[in-house]
């Protein structure tokens, strides 16, 4: 057989068609009361509440997928959130919460377990008009064009940590690619060309954020992460982190607010400390501040762990690994094999699982119709796991995207809508520095034959163990 990277492909004529398919039209959107009481009521899932919200939090994969199997592609879950979440998998009932009005299926971030960290004010836990102006404010730097200025300092910062990585001892990958992928959302917002110098507030914020990662994996951080859910402010040992971290966080804000060539500054910073509303108001310190932790915090670990996952799948899939080490070194299609991967790598380990929406009026999803004020979830994991979608889903086949591009409503690693994923366009760039340089110089292999297990670490889903491998040869 030859192998994948050699294959023709053409964005008109996939080059593998039947290993990506469509699902029959199933209607959804806004109905009037009397309609969707006419409709059955989603089925429940009939475990007791707190065995839910802890099988959810632990071991969602197999929670999800156990309720889809017992109930179909849409049933309602009883956890401590009045009313469910109904959770939903089919393409047509995900784009009718992506292209609603804003104001009839706001987003459920605003509830997350992160706002006693983030605060209320930021882009990712605002509602209503105050969201579309802070993410009017924020798209810019954010911008393809604005993303292209990065790739230098992605790759320098690639290029220093793999010529760090041990040969022929296992170690775990997800660290050493947060490491890239923290300084470059800290260069993004603080506007330095690389790492801070030592003994800066900067630098004060990167060590803290990254004590503050690490800590949240541990048994403690993790309680304190479940009873933290629902709550507005922090408390107990997330109280104690925020601390920490607010300290560097302020200074940092007053020593720019101080800066004579802020006019002049166009790092993501500086942009938001010159904002004003259409009354002429500045943000305040706390806004700034909320603001600047949910980039840092929602911008660096999801795309480390996105990489720690691609690899994770890599080295258990030969033919794939090989079609990316071949396109990589050889002249190959490289960019579109690439583009494959990563695109497959989200499909099949999607690092925020799950994304919810709650409507203000009466929805009908399928057969099923939801009253108004009702959550919403939807599984990107079964989503990206139909089989009517994505024959054989379970494979790791990075060919299905050969001459084909990801459906909006269909693959949804991103979310979407108003609410699709700020950072987007800068993950999918450090992925693909980063999973190139990394192919086409480094010989790894999986440390252990078991595929890892997903850890589930506040709205995250990550490899358990990191990612682990070796490293068998490096080129230069
Ligand atoms: C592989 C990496 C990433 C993944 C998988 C990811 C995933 C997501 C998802 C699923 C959402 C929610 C979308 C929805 O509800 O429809 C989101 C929102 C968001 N993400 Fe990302 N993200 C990643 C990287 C980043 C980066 C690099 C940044 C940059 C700073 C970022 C900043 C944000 C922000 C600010 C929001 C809130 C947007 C809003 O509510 O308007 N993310 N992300």
Same mark, same amino acid.
């Given at each position: ?380 994991? !079964? ?5 009517? +979608?994505?024959? =054989?889903?379970? @494979?790791?086949? $990075? %060919? &299905?995207? #050969?001459? *084909? ?29 980063? !999973? ?5 110089? +480094?010989?790894? =292999?999986?440390? @252990?034959?078991? $595929? %890892? &297990?997903? #850890?589930? *670490? ?19």
């Amino acid at each position: 057989m030859s192998s994948v990277a050699e294959r023709p492909a053409s964005a008109e004529e996939p080059a593998f068609p039947h290993l990506v398919g469509e699902a029959a039209e199933s209607p959804a959107g806004p109905v009037d009361e009397a309609e969707a009481a006419e409709l059955a009521k989603p089925p429940i899932v009939p475990l007791p509440r707190a065995a839910q919200m802890l099988r959810f939090s632990r071991r969602q994969i197999q929670y999800v997928f156990g309720a889809r199997r017992r109930l179909g592609e849409t049933f309602r879950m009883q956890t401590a959130m009045p009313g469910g979440p109904v959770v939903t998998s089919h393409p047509d009932h995900v784009r009718s919460l992506f292209t609603a009005k804003p104001e009839l299926a706001p987003s459920l971030t605003g509830e997350s377990p992160l706002r006693p960290i983030l605060g209320t004010g930021s882009v990712l836990t605002s509602l209503g008009e105050r969201h579309m102006r802070q993410r009017k404010l924020l798209l810019p730097p954010f911008h393809g064009e604005a993303i292209e200025r990065y790739t230098e300092m992605i790759t320098a910062a690639t290029e220093r940590e793999l010529d760090r990585w041990p040969l022929n001892k296992p170690f775990a990958i997800a660290p050493r690619m947060q490491a890239i992928t923290l300084d470059v959302i800290m260069a993004g917002i603080f506007g330095i060309g690389g790492r801070a110098e030592r003994g800066t507030s900067e630098d004060r914020m990167r060590t803290t954020v990254k004590r503050l990662v690490n800590a949240s994996t541990s048994p403690i951080g993790q309680a304190g992460e479940l009873l933290s859910i629902g709550r507005e402010d922090a408390s107990g040992v997330i109280k104690l982190g925020v601390a920490l971290l607010d300290r560097p966080t302020y200074a940092v804000i007053r020593a720019r607010r101080a800066d004579e060539r802020l006019a002049e500054r166009r790092d993501i910073l500086s942009l938001l400390l010159q904002a004003r509303t259409e009354d002429g108001e500045a943000m305040d310190d706390k806004e700034v501040r909320d603001e600047l932790l949910t980039l840092v915090l929602a911008g660096h670990e999801t795309t480390a762990n996105s990489l720690a996952w691609t690899w994770e799948r890599l080295v258990r899939n030969p033919e794939a690994h090989d079609a990316l080490r071949e396109a990589t070194r050889n002249g190959g299609n490289a960019e579109e094999q690439i583009e494959a991967t990563i695109v497959e790598s989200m499909r099949s380990r999607p690092v925020v699982p799950f994304i919810g929406r709650r409507v203000t009026v009466p929805w009908r999803l399928g057969p099923y119709g939801v009253s108004a004020d009702t959550p919403i979830g939807m599984s990107i994991l !079964l989503v990206h796991h139909r089989e009517d +979608l994505y024959p =054989e889903p379970f @494979e790791f086949r $990075p %060919e &299905r995207w #050969l001459g *084909r591009k990801p459906g909006t409503y269909e693959w949804i690693p991103f979310g979407g809508g108003i609410r699709r994923c700020l950072g987007a366009a800068l993950a999918m760039a450090e992925m693909r520095v980063v !999973l190139e340089a990394t192919a086409r110089r +480094l010989d790894l =292999e999986a440390a @252990e034959p078991e $595929p %890892e &297990r997903a #850890l589930h *670490r506040n709205v995250t889903m990550i490899p358990a163990r990191g990612g682990r491998v070796v490293l068998r040869s490096r080129r230069t």
